[in-house]
């Protein structure tokens, strides 16, 4: 038998208070296909629900194995043990507070210079080419950065040691030599940077004028589109948006035909994704597969002190790309709307444009309209991950996988 609406998030993963993110499609939502690579403008048409359940298997879906209890174990010692060999104080630790010129002897800003930097001692804080080469092939190799601007920080270190982890390589986080010559040999001929020709399609849209703050004002919208073609190239090619026009500092974003420089990523992960830990204090989601080997990391904003997210273990129940965002004023009220409305889907929405069900009610991983924030701000309980990385899981991820919340 059919459930009529399937899948409900809570909108204390945003606020305080609860809402719903939903798809109505007559069918319970399982294992549905994430369009490969990302198509950024792709908008369900999809309607909203009135009411939301959760599917009544997911309470069962919940129970977890004696196999499945001893790979998590395994899989959270790998993960301690891995926070306890990263070098917190690492140059790479920490973001430059100002702006530092790059000699020209350690890489350009051209397409050239980045796909030809190398590595070299002492890089430092800051924000050099040598990290915007090193970005691309930690995303290629599964260890996201989240947005790709070519600077240091917390992001850097913890896909460093990511990659360090899946690769055999003391996971410290530093940018070793010997840590960069790997990369290279994962990420072969492929260059870094391409050129990419801006078309006829990247302009159409749809694109908004502005989201406005107001939901009632969101609720009239046809969708929460993109509002320029800089933001939505961005998310196609997993970049910071500031970074992108850096790069590109006399492109006509909005002329057919100009070309600009941009990642050469990649929009898939292995097939064999067998658990899931959402670490709180790394701000880390590590993928690991029947092997019990981590297969992937992302950064994640997963709840604060004032609205933690779940501890324990659950398992995936669900995904829906483009949700619908339901809004119900007798669980907090938002601005003035005093009545309940339904936000239509868009990668500018509450949660982004996709949404990864757990079988903790209310809770699930989602995207966000914000990713450079990604891991460094609160979230209200939920995973929040970049729309690329969020699109990214949910294409692979099945029904079922264990999702363990780790301190």
């Known amino acids: 038998m059919f459930v009529r609406t399937l899948l409900a998030m809570s909108l204390s993963c945003i606020f305080a208070g609860t809402a719903f993110a939903t798809t109505h499609s007559g069918q319970t939502i399982t294992d549905i296909a994430v369009e490969d690579p990302i198509n950024p ?36 010692a790998t993960l301690n043990n891995l926070q ?59 260890a996201s950065p989240g ?37 290279v040999a994962k990420q072969g001929n492929k260059p870094a940077f391409i050129e990419y020709t801006i078309t006829a399609a990247d302009l159409k849209g749809p694109y908004a004028k502005s989201i406005p703050h107001d939901y009632a004002e969101q609720a009239k919208m046809p969708g929460l589109y993109y509002t320029r073609v800089s933001e939505m190239l961005g998310e196609k090619f997993h970049m910071d948006e500031d970074f992108l026009k850096k790069l590109n500092p006399n492109a006509n974003f909005n002329k057919v035909g100009q070309k600009i ?31 019990n080997q981590m297969i992937g990391s992302f950064p994640a904003t997963i709840g604060s002190s004032a609205t ?45 444009n996709i949404w990864i069900g757990l079988s903790k009610k209310s809770f699930g991983i989602h995207g966000t309209p914000n990713p450079s924030s990604i891991s460094k701000t609160a979230s209200h309980g939920c995973i929040r991950l970049t729309n690329w990385d969020a699109n990214d899981l949910g294409k692979k991820v099945k029904s079922g996988v264990t999702v363990k919340f780790l301190e």
């Not at 629900?49 to 209890?69: D, F, G, L, R, Y």
Request: neutral net charge.
């Open 308 to 352: 933690p997210s779940p501890t324990g273990t659950y398992k995936i129940t669900g995904v829906a790309p483009n949700p619908w965002y339901s809004y119900s004023p007798s669980n907090f009220v938002q601005g003035k709307n005093l009545k309940p409305l339904s936000l239509p889907p868009g990668p500018n929405g509450p949660v982004g």
């Open 147 to 183: 947005a790709i601007d070519g600077t240091s920080g917390k992001n850097t270190l913890k896909a460093i040691s990511s990659f360090q982890q899946m690769n055999g390589l003391e996971p410290t986080g530093v940018l070793t030599k010997e840590t960069w010559d790997a990369l």
């Open 41 to 76: 403008l792709a908008v369900s048409t999809q309607k909203a629900a009135s009411e939301v359940q959760v599917p009544a298997k997911a309470a069962s879906e919940a129970q977890i194995t004696e196999q499945e209890q001893q790979d998590l174990n395994q899989a959270s």
């Open 261 to 291: 420089i941009v990642t050469n990523i990649r929009n898939e992960l292995p097939e064999d994704i067998h658990l899931i830990v959402a670490h709180k204090g790394a701000k880390q989601l590590y993928l690991f597969n029947s092997k």
């Open 84 to 142: 306890t060999k990263e070098d917190k104080t690492a140059d790479i630790g920490s973001a430059p507070t100002v702006q530092v010129e790059t000699p020209a002897s350690k890489g350009t800003w051209t397409l050239d210079g980045l796909n030809k930097v190398t590595w070299y001692e002492n890089i430092g804080k800051g924000q050099f080419p040598v990290y915007a080469r090193a970005h691309v092939m930690l995303n290629n190799a599964h």
